[in-house]
C-alpha cells in the first residue's frame, strides 16, 4: 500500500521562502516519479512540479508556468523523499499542498497522479 505524508507547510509572509517535504513508502521503485499538486479555496487541484523518473537514473523536472523560477523539486532516494522549495511566496500560492505519484513509476506526474498524500497548508499573507 502506498503512503505519501507530507509536511512543512505553514503561515509564511510574501517574499518568504519555504520547504515542503514528502516521505514515501509502499512505491514498486524507490526511483519512482513524485511530485507536487495544489489545491486552493474554490479552485480546482493544480500541477506544480514534478520529479519524473525517466529510466535509470535519468531525471527531469516540470514545473507550472506560476511557480517556474521561485520553485525547486528535489529528491533523496535513499530516504524515498522529495522536497519542494518555494522562495518569493506570493499570496496566490497559498493552497494545500500535496503530494503526488504515478502507478507507472516513469509516467510524467503531470499526466497521470495516482497516489496521493493528505496534504498540508501553506498560507502566504500579504
Known amino acids: 500500500q502506498v503512503h505519501l505524508v507530507e509536511s512543512g507547510g505553514g503561515l509564511v509572509q510574501a517574499g518568504d521562502s519555504l520547504t515542503l517535504s514528502c516521505a514515501a513508502s509502499?512505491?514498486?521503485?524507490?526511483?519512482?516519479?513524485m511530485g507536487w499538486f495544489r489545491q486552493a479555496p474554490g479552485k480546482e487541484r493544480e500541477f506544480v512540479a514534478g520529479?519524473?523518473?525517466?529510466?535509470?537514473?535519468?531525471?527531469?523536472?516540470d514545473y507550472a508556468d506560476s511557480v517556474k523560477g521561485r520553485f525547486t523539486i528535489s529528491r533523496e532516494n535513499a530516504k524515498n523523499t522529495v522536497y519542494l522549495q518555494m522562495n518569493n511566496l506570493k499570496p496566490e500560492d497559498t493552497a494545500v499542498y500535496y503530494c503526488a505519484a504515478p502507478q507507472d513509476p516513469r509516467a510524467a506526474l503531470r499526466d497521470a497522479p495516482s497516489y496521493w498524500g493528505q496534504g498540508t497548508q501553506v498560507t502566504v499573507s500579504s
Open positions: 520529479h519524473n523518473w525517466i529510466g535509470s537514473n535519468v531525471y527531469s523536472t
Open positions: 509502499g512505491l514498486t521503485s524507490k526511483s519512482s516519479t
